[in-house]
């Protein structure tokens, strides 16, 4: 069983854009009340010790070949507050990633967005 995370999963339906998800899983990561909304985000970084670089990730063709396999637990971002502290960002379930947000890598603010709080 995996370490528990940092960040609890909310039952929300998706919308697409969204800043995190993983198809079908019609979970949100972050809650209103967690501290990364009241704390200033210096960066985020979809690289985790001991993971793959999930910003490497290429999918191809109908099946999504080549998705990465994400199991309930595994870290998919790193978020890097200012006051040095670093938030993991834990997938809810197990899935397939077939797509990342790399907006989030240039303007990680929007990780404090509305759409990204349940």
Known sequence: MPPPMD?????VP???????YLRSSKQRYLQKD?????ETIVSFSYKCPGFPDRASNSVSG???RGAQQIKRGDP???????SGEEVTVASPCPGKLVDINTILVENP???KSHVCFA
């Open 62 to 64: 109908k099946n999504k």
């Open 76 to 82: 998919l971002g790193l978020i890097r507050l200012a």
């Open 34 to 38: 967690h501290r990364v909304q009241s």
């Open 14 to 20: 998706l919308e697409k854009p969204t800043p995190l």
């Open 109 to 111: 603010q929007l990780l």
């Open 7 to 11: 960040v609890a999963p909310v039952d």
